[in-house]
């Protein structure tokens, strides 16, 4: 801090902030606080004290953007009290009456919002607010929705951050961009200018944009832009020109209209009059100091060289010495440079030279050049060039004359060439007329054949082959082809290739193969190739010509194949195959009949057929028999082997029959079904027991229980069926998988197991149910007893996997045929009185009790006549009035409370059929009916009275879950006509905890509506406190369990006390619900709750 009157400047480190941490902005809070945006989050500073806190500790809240980077602050013209903070991380927003910053999504080009980084904001006057980032541009609209302006400022040539938006007109931005400098931005019509290219200045980096009365001030890396708005002139100041250094800081500015523009830099801070700026030479340019040329025997050099210089032939390299004007400047020059030969259509582009003064040229051909080079002028580009002009000369071997009398003399040598060539073929031609003669006649001799001739010759490497026996007549050409041209199959290639390979170098003296062919129907096809060389070098004993002659031997190749193929499926299909004759001894067997049967083809041949079967009583063992009803039978039988016992197959006889109708032969097929008849005894085994835990399943179950009550009923036996149900497995199963839920299943059977003997039956009826079955169940104390083990055995902790679990079973009875006859009514029976074991609270067992039955029973008539009475018209409504007692016991609102008055029973208790209508799904037409019955009336009270009060309707927690509630809400309210206002729900605390995201929107857009909501029952449910401060709920029911006592006990006091003073502190009212007597009345009063509903002021009241 810098006191300007006493010339003093002062170190203020905030509480929290790192040595290494960075103040990127500094902005007036309000009339007493500076805001600090910093690399650590945000910071409060007393103006007068000059005390810096955290702003979390200003705001009474706990988040003070804390490990983000703040970029800049921004307090918003259209908002009032509200601020901007940019950061790494994203756009967060604060204002008066918020705890903690809130962070505003930016969704880009997707459903999700994305992490950015921003680092400028501005607020436009049509009210879009306008955001600059990394790799980010463009503004959030009135409804939050993003519209990216980037493919407008970026043309793909890399990243690019925008830094600074500065509002130069009501159309127009200024943007501090990176790697791009100062960009113009039409709002308008899109359009973007580089003004560092129009400028022609090196400002790649924006450090701040600043609007004064006559100029724009823009900071860059190494120099400060002064930007008249008037003439549009613009003035680059540097170092040089007497700035305290030769780098400037990002963002570190403050402009004062009185004094000027303070600028920080790594060496200290300046005070700038922005009026006064002036360079120090207002005319800098460039000029050539020295040119040296180098030869191959030396180094000419010019100083100060004159223009249109002459280079000698023979120069290596040119080296061109630059020099500036400022004699006083030895910082290292920034060049431009380009070089253009006379005569050359394309335009040369400018290169950047920089930190250099020398430039150095090779490789230049003959001719007339120019040198253009751009310097800078007080940091701006020069618009003129310096230019210098040289001519470089050749050696005479290098002229154009000569490299064209060379080319002349080229091509006389070729035409030469190309003569003598024809003379030659000429001669061929000749020789080729014989050759042609002569295979002719050899073609005759082989016509017979069915054969083609083929000729290979070494000069040319090439294949020419007849092809008369082609079918289309257009084909019978020859064919010509190299070696590697043969349509050869890829298997046979390398021994067609080693067998021509073993006759060129001598070991063969003939060439002989067989190989398959790719045919013109893309089919594969057999040929023989049978040549011998015919032609050899005397002197070096290479073969200069081979012939011979090839043949297609596809029929004859496929007629061997196919009897291959016949012998290869017969000796290895996997079903065993033996053959006969007349007398069934056998004659030929295949490997798969060897393995079954276990003897080797020795074995078997000459072995009668009847001596391989198993002969059973009543089976026929003779082919003869088996055929008595035509000539071929299938069916099972079994085998012996030669070791190892019976062999189960599957057999098929068949009789082959000569010419003359009788049998030759019998062929025998079979195949070994021993795995098939071990799998038929594994399903038989599924269908009957629980494949994770051994025990029998239900069907099992079910045919033992039935044959045990059949066998009860004869011997006067007494039966007990147990039912057990584990409490808590579907969480072990949720939370740790179905592995570990699986084994600790299994642990458990295992467990009830041991529990019993075996004349008892334990069954897996599903899930993680258990039903045990106990014969001769005529004594309660055994069953006790074993009921007593069951609950110690599952009590005891289950160790799994290294983990330790601990769960309880609940346990029903029931007693045959004390409870039941039936096996059905008796399972569930034992089930019904499990369940009354959980509603005892788990880990218990439980006998069968006809008063539940009777209970469940009459539970299951509410719901049928339920369904009903709606359309009976019922249901009818009560209405307790809600009583203000500071304002004269003035009557403020009414609960509408349901009730259902049976056609045969009369009034049904409501916490009965409430519970029966959740339990069957009929709660939320229900709750419908009542909402919209308490509206009619609502509205009639409306229209009726002068004094408006609120009318409350109880939401149950299904329908308040449902995803159309709010719907259901408006759509009532629209057929009604009643005023949202005059309405409120009342919905118990339980209800907000199941679901959360879905209770908090259905909350919100109850608020827009402009009901009010109430907690009913406050205190009484198992839910935390934390969802009053997340809700958005407006009263806070006091149940009337708290108000019974609440004369004599201090504890319901205490309770009272605690729920008024809370519901105080949380802003939120407070009804006292159930107050019957005065004492209770003296209570709540004193205690500051002064809304009252209960009999002492009027029980639920009915209008008809």
Same mark, same amino acid.
């Given at each position: 801090?810098?006191?300007?009157l006493?010339h003093?400047?002062?170190?203020?480190f905030?509480q929290g902030?790192?040595?290494?941490?960075s103040?990127y902005s500094?902005?007036?809070?309000?009339?007493?606080h500076?805001?600090?945006g910093?690399?650590h989050?945000?910071?409060?500073?007393n103006?007068a004290?000059?005390?810096?806190q955290?702003?979390?500790?200003w705001t009474h809240g706990?988040?003070s953007?804390?490990?983000?980077i703040?970029y800049?602050?921004?307090?918003d013209?259209l908002i009032?009290?509200?601020?901007w903070?940019?950061?790494s991380?994203?756009?967060?927003?604060w204002?008066?009456?918020l705890?903690?910053p809130?962070?505003m999504p930016v969704?880009?080009?997707?459903?999700?919002?994305?992490?950015?980084?921003i680092?400028?904001?501005?607020?436009?006057?049509s009210?879009?607010l306008?955001?600059?980032?990394?790799?980010?541009?463009g503004y959030?609209?009135?409804a939050?929705?993003f519209?990216?302006?980037?493919d407008?400022?970026?043309?793909?040539?890399?990243?690019m951050a925008?830094?600074?938006?500065?509002?130069?007109?009501?159309d127009t931005?200024w943007?501090?961009?990176?790697p791009k400098?100062?960009?113009?931005?039409?709002?308008d019509?899109?359009e973007a200018?580089?003004l560092?290219k129009?400028?022609?200045i090196?400002?790649?980096?924006?450090?701040?944009i600043q609007?004064t009365?006559?100029?724009r001030?823009?900071?860059c890396?190494?120099?400060?832009l002064?930007y008249?708005?008037?003439t549009?002139?613009?003035m680059?100041?540097?170092h040089?020109?007497?700035?305290?250094?030769d780098?400037l800081?990002?963002?570190a500015?403050f402009?004062?209209?009185?004094?000027?523009l303070?600028?920080g830099?790594?060496?200290g801070?300046?005070?700038?009059d922005?009026?006064?700026l002036s360079n120090?030479?207002?005319?800098?340019?460039?000029?050539?100091e020295?040119?040296?040329v180098?030869y191959?025997d030396?180094v000419?050099?010019d100083?100060?060289?004159?223009d249109e210089?002459?280079i000698?032939?023979g120069?290596?390299m040119?080296?061109f010495?630059i020099?500036?004007?400022?004699?006083l400047?030895d910082t290292p020059m920034?060049l431009?440079?380009r070089?253009?030969?006379?005569?050359?259509?394309?335009?040369?582009k400018?290169?950047l030279l920089d930190g250099q003064s020398?430039l150095?040229?090779?490789?230049?051909q003959s001719g007339?050049?120019?040198l253009d080079i751009?310097?800078q002028?007080?940091?701006i580009?020069s618009?003129?060039?310096y230019?210098?002009?040289?001519?470089v000369k050749?050696?005479?071997?290098q002229m154009?004359w000569v490299?064209?009398?060379?080319?002349f003399?080229?091509?006389?040598?070729?035409?030469g060439?190309?003569l003598?060539r024809?003379?030659?073929v000429?001669?061929?031609?000749r020789i080729?007329?014989?050759?042609?003669?002569s295979?002719?006649?050899l073609r005759?001799s082989?016509k017979?054949s069915?054969?083609e001739?083929?000729e290979w010759?070494?000069d040319s490497?090439?294949?020419?082959?007849e092809?008369?026996w082609a079918?289309k007549e257009?084909d019978?050409g020859?064919i010509i082809l190299r070696?590697?041209?043969f349509?050869?199959h890829?298997e046979?290639?390398?021994q067609v290739?080693n067998a021509?390979?073993?006759?060129?170098?001598?070991s063969s003296?003939?060439f002989?193969?067989?190989?398959r062919?790719?045919r013109?129907?893309?089919?594969?096809g057999w040929?023989?190739v049978?040549g011998?060389?015919?032609?050899v070098n005397?002197?070096?004993?290479r073969?200069l010509?081979?012939a011979?002659i090839y043949?297609?031997?596809?029929?004859?190749?496929q007629?061997?194949d196919?009897?291959?193929?016949l012998?290869q499926a017969?000796g290895?299909t996997s079903?065993g195959?033996?053959?006969?004759?007349?007398a069934?001894?056998i004659?030929v067997s295949?490997k798969a009949?060897q393995?079954?049967v276990?003897?080797?083809?020795?074995?078997?041949?000459g072995?009668?057929?009847?001596?391989?079967i198993?002969v059973k009583e009543?089976?026929?063992?003779e082919?003869v028999?088996l055929l008595?009803?035509?000539?071929?039978w299938t069916?099972?039988?079994e085998?012996l082997?030669?070791?190892g016992g019976p062999?189960?197959?599957?057999l098929n006889?068949s009789?082959?029959l000569?010419?003359?109708?009788?049998?030759t032969?019998y062929v025998?097929?079979f195949?070994?079904i021993?795995e098939?008849?071990?799998?038929? &005894?594994?399903?038989?085994?599924?269908?009957n027991?629980d494949?994770l835990t051994?025990?029998p399943n239900r069907s099992?179950?079910?045919?033992?229980?039935?044959?045990? @009550?059949?066998s009860?009923e004869?011997?006067?036996?007494?039966?007990?069926l147990?039912f057990?149900?584990?409490d808590?497995f579907?969480?072990?199963?949720d939370?740790y998988g179905h592995s570990?839920g699986?084994?600790?299943l299994?642990? &458990?059977?295992n467990?009830?197991?041991s529990?019993?003997?075996e004349?008892?039956?334990?069954?897996?009826?599903?899930?993680?149910?258990?039903v045990?079955?106990?014969?001769d169940a005529?004594?309660?104390?055994?069953?006790?007893?074993?009921?007593?083990?069951l609950?110690?055995?599952?009590?005891?902790?289950f160790?799994?996997?290294g983990?330790?679990f601990f769960i309880?079973?609940?346990?029903g009875?029931s007693l045959?045929?004390?409870?039941?006859?039936?096996?059905?009514?008796?399972?569930k029976?034992?089930?019904?009185?499990m369940y009354?074991?959980?509603?005892?609270?788990?880990?218990?067992?439980q006998?069968?009790s006809?008063?539940?039955?009777l209970?469940?029973?009459y539970h299951?008539?509410l719901e049928?006549?339920?369904?009903?009475a709606?359309?009976?018209?019922?249901?009818e409504?009560h209405?307790?009035p809600q009583?203000?007692i500071?304002?004269?016991?003035k009557l403020?609102?009414?609960?509408a409370?349901l009730?259902?008055?049976h056609?045969?029973?009369g009034?049904?208790?409501?916490d009965?059929f409430i519970k029966?209508a959740?339990?069957?799904?009929?709660?939320?037409?229900i709750d419908?009916?009542?909402?919209?019955?308490a509206?009619l009336q609502?509205?009639?009270w409306s229209?009726?009275y002068?004094e408006?009060?609120?009318?409350?309707v109880n939401i149950?927690a299904v329908?308040f879950?449902?995803?159309?509630?709010i719907?259901g809400?408006?759509?009532?309210l629209a057929?009604?006509?009643?005023?949202p206002?005059?309405?409120?729900?009342?919905?118990?605390?339980g209800v907000?905890m199941k679901?959360?995201?879905?209770a908090?929107e259905h909350?919100?857009?109850?608020?827009?509506?402009?009901?009010?909501?109430? @907690?009913?029952?406050f205190g009484?449910?198992?839910?935390?406190?934390?969802?009053?401060?997340h809700f958005d709920?407006?009263?806070?029911?006091?149940?009337r369990?708290f108000?019974?006592?609440?004369?004599?006990?201090e504890a319901?006091?205490a309770?009272?006390?605690?729920i008024?003073e809370?519901?105080r502190?949380?802003?939120l009212?407070?009804?006292a619900?159930?107050?019957e007597t005065?004492e209770?009345?003296?209570?709540?009063?004193?205690?500051g709750?002064?809304v009252?509903?209960?009999?002492y002021f009027?029980?639920?009241l009915?209008f008809?």
């Amino acid at each position: 801090m810098i006191d300007k009157l006493a010339h003093t400047s002062s170190l203020l480190f905030p509480q929290g902030l790192e040595v290494n941490d960075s103040i990127y902005s500094v902005e007036s809070l309000d009339a007493a606080h500076l805001l600090l945006g910093t690399t650590h989050g945000l910071f409060v500073v007393n103006k007068a004290t000059f005390t810096a806190q955290r702003f979390a500790h200003w705001t009474h809240g706990d988040n003070s953007l804390e490990h983000k980077i703040v970029y800049a602050t921004y307090n918003d013209p259209l908002i009032q009290g509200r601020w901007w903070f940019m950061t790494s991380t994203g756009l967060y927003f604060w204002e008066p009456g918020l705890f903690n910053p809130q962070h505003m999504p930016v969704f880009i080009g997707g459903l999700n919002p994305r992490v950015v980084d921003i680092r400028s904001v501005l607020r436009d006057e049509s009210g879009k607010l306008w955001l600059g980032g990394s790799e980010l541009f463009g503004y959030l609209d009135h409804a939050g929705g993003f519209h990216s302006k980037l493919d407008n400022l970026s043309d793909g040539s890399g990243e690019m951050a925008i830094n600074y938006i500065e509002r130069v007109d009501s159309d127009t931005f200024w943007l501090g961009t990176s790697p791009k400098g100062l960009i113009e931005y039409s709002r308008d019509t899109g359009e973007a200018r580089e003004l560092n290219k129009q400028w022609k200045i090196d400002c790649t980096y924006v450090y701040f944009i600043q609007d004064t009365a006559e100029h724009r001030l823009i900071g860059c890396p190494k120099s400060l832009l002064r930007y008249a708005k008037s003439t549009g002139d613009i003035m680059v100041v540097g170092h040089d020109d007497g700035l305290l250094g030769d780098e400037l800081n990002d963002g570190a500015f403050f402009y004062d209209p009185r004094e000027g523009l303070y600028v920080g830099t790594p060496d200290g801070a300046m005070l700038l009059d922005v009026d006064r700026l002036s360079n120090r030479i207002q005319r800098d340019g460039v000029f050539l100091e020295a040119v040296s040329v180098y030869y191959d025997d030396g180094v000419q050099t010019d100083l100060i060289p004159q223009d249109e210089k002459i280079i000698k032939p023979g120069a290596r390299m040119i080296s061109f010495q630059i020099t500036s004007l400022d004699y006083l400047d030895d910082t290292p020059m920034t060049l431009q440079y380009r070089l253009r030969r006379e005569g050359e259509m394309t335009q040369a582009k400018y290169l950047l030279l920089d930190g250099q003064s020398q430039l150095n040229i090779t490789g230049l051909q003959s001719g007339q050049y120019a040198l253009d080079i751009l310097s800078q002028q007080n940091g701006i580009w020069s618009a003129k060039p310096y230019r210098f002009s040289f001519f470089v000369k050749q050696y005479w071997w290098q002229m154009t004359w000569v490299k064209s009398l060379l080319l002349f003399t080229l091509l006389c040598i070729c035409v030469g060439i190309i003569l003598y060539r024809q003379r030659q073929v000429k001669a061929f031609k000749r020789i080729n007329t014989a050759l042609v003669e002569s295979e002719e006649r050899l073609r005759q001799s082989l016509k017979g054949s069915n054969s083609e001739l083929w000729e290979w010759r070494q000069d040319s490497q090439m294949f020419s082959l007849e092809n008369q026996w082609a079918e289309k007549e257009d084909d019978r050409g020859n064919i010509i082809l190299r070696l590697e041209g043969f349509p050869i199959h890829r298997e046979d290639r390398d021994q067609v290739l080693n067998a021509w390979e073993s006759m060129l170098k001598g070991s063969s003296d003939r060439f002989d193969v067989e190989y398959r062919h790719r045919r013109e129907d893309k089919s594969w096809g057999w040929t023989r190739v049978s040549g011998r060389p015919v032609e050899v070098n005397a002197e070096s004993g290479r073969i200069l010509r081979v012939a011979g002659i090839y043949s297609d031997i596809t029929l004859q190749r496929q007629l061997e194949d196919d009897v291959k193929l016949l012998a290869q499926a017969f000796g290895n299909t996997s079903e065993g195959v033996l053959i006969m004759d007349a007398a069934e001894r056998i004659k030929v067997s295949n490997k798969a009949a060897q393995t079954i049967v276990g003897a080797s083809d020795k074995q078997l041949n000459g072995k009668f057929f009847s001596e391989l079967i198993l002969v059973k009583e009543g089976r026929a063992d003779e082919i003869v028999h088996l055929l008595q009803q035509g000539v071929s039978w299938t069916g099972e039988r079994e085998f012996l082997r030669e070791q190892g016992g019976p062999c189960p197959v599957w057999l098929n006889v068949s009789a082959m029959l000569g010419s003359k109708g009788n049998i030759t032969h019998y062929v025998a097929v079979f195949s070994d079904i021993t795995e098939r008849k071990r799998t038929e &005894a594994d399903l038989r085994r599924l269908a009957n027991y629980d494949v994770l835990t051994g025990l029998p399943n239900r069907s099992l179950f079910s045919t033992r229980l039935a044959q045990s @009550i059949h066998s009860a009923e004869h011997s006067g036996e007494k039966l007990a069926l147990i039912f057990l149900d584990l409490d808590r497995f579907k969480h072990v199963n949720d939370s740790y998988g179905h592995s570990m839920g699986d084994a600790l299943l299994v642990e &458990a059977a295992n467990r009830l197991q041991s529990c019993i003997t075996e004349e008892h039956t334990l069954c897996r009826f599903g899930g993680d149910e258990f039903v045990i079955l106990l014969r001769d169940a005529s004594n309660l104390d055994t069953i006790n007893h074993i009921c007593a083990q069951l609950l110690e055995q599952i009590k005891t902790p289950f160790e799994l996997y290294g983990r330790e679990f601990f769960i309880s079973t609940s346990i029903g009875v029931s007693l045959w045929p004390d409870d039941a006859r039936q096996a059905e009514v008796l399972i569930k029976n034992a089930d019904q009185a499990m369940y009354h074991a959980k509603e005892e609270g788990r880990g218990n067992f439980q006998y069968f009790s006809s008063e539940r039955n009777l209970e469940a029973l009459y539970h299951l008539r509410l719901e049928a006549e339920l369904r009903k009475a709606i359309e009976r018209d019922e249901f009818e409504l009560h209405y307790q009035p809600q009583v203000d007692i500071l304002k004269g016991d003035k009557l403020i609102g009414m609960e509408a409370l349901l009730r259902w008055r049976h056609h045969e029973d009369g009034l049904v208790r409501t916490d009965i059929f409430i519970k029966v209508a959740e339990s069957c799904g009929l709660i939320v037409d229900i709750d419908r009916w009542v909402l919209r019955q308490a509206c009619l009336q609502g509205v009639i009270w409306s229209q009726s009275y002068d004094e408006i009060f609120k009318l409350s309707v109880n939401i149950s927690a299904v329908h308040f879950r449902q995803a159309d509630f709010i719907e259901g809400v408006k759509k009532i309210l629209a057929e009604t006509g009643l005023d949202p206002h005059l309405l409120g729900f009342e919905i118990t605390e339980g209800v907000l905890m199941k679901e959360l995201d879905t209770a908090k929107e259905h909350l919100r857009e109850l608020r827009v509506l402009g009901i009010e909501v109430a @907690i009913d029952d406050f205190g009484t449910g198992y839910s935390s406190l934390a969802y009053l401060r997340h809700f958005d709920v407006d009263t806070l029911k006091i149940d009337r369990s708290f108000l019974v006592d609440i004369a004599t006990n201090e504890a319901d006091q205490a309770i009272a006390s605690s729920i008024i003073e809370l519901a105080r502190n949380l802003k939120l009212n407070v009804v006292a619900e159930g107050v019957e007597t005065k004492e209770q009345l003296e209570q709540i009063f004193s205690r500051g709750c002064y809304v009252i509903q209960g009999y002492y002021f009027s029980k639920p009241l009915i209008f008809r």
